[in-house]
């Protein structure tokens, strides 16, 4: 399936790891996860206040920290409390970009589960989306 270029980052499933994820939580703790425009609408359309759950670093936003942890992480359940429209960023991690190329992130315990199939498909993704996330706070401004 090819992603249009525009529209892409509409169907933010598509941009999902398949690898073996154990939910451990992680990847919750101490987030500094990028937002798009895109997840940021799909994430206020469902009632949550934009400073509620972003917060602005060096030109981009990023999810909120509460008590050490993503504001959407529910640490009894050990679960993301929007799961099903979690950002773009979360369901490509633990694709990461290390300043110099995308790898995986080794802090996450099942990183080596990650088919070098899943990185070869979603490393211009990735590349996007770090550029991408550059226009959140114009995009917003924009359609606000
Ligand atoms: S750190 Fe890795 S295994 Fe743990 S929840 Fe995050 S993606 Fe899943």
């Not at 504001?71 to 640490?75: A, T």
């Not at 080794?106 to 990650?114: A, D, F, H, K, S």
């Given at each position: 399936m090819e992603i249009r270029q525009?529209?892409?980052?509409?169907?933010?499933?598509?941009?999902?790891?398949k690898f073996r994820c154990i939910r451990c939580g992680i990847c919750c703790v101490g987030t500094e996860m990028e937002l798009l425009a895109e997840d940021i609408e799909r994430i206020t359309a469902r009632g949550y206040k934009l400073e509620e759950f972003a917060e602005e670093k060096d030109g981009v936003y990023r999810l909120k920290n509460v008590d050490g942890h993503c504001?959407?992480?529910?640490?009894e359940k050990r679960l993301c409390k929007i799961y099903d429209i979690r950002p773009v960023g979360c369901r490509m991690?633990?694709?990461?970009?290390d300043g110099k190329s995308v790898t995986t992130d080794?802090?996450?315990?099942?990183?080596?589960?990650?088919p070098r199939s899943e990185i070869e498909r979603l490393v211009p993704y990735v590349l996007k989306f770090l550029e991408d996330v550059k226009l959140a706070k114009v995009k917003i401004r924009l359609r606000t």
């Open positions: 525009g529209v892409m980052w509409e169907w933010p499933e598509w941009f999902e790891v504001v959407f992480y529910d640490p991690y633990p694709l990461v970009y080794r802090t996450c315990p099942t990183w080596n589960t990650v």
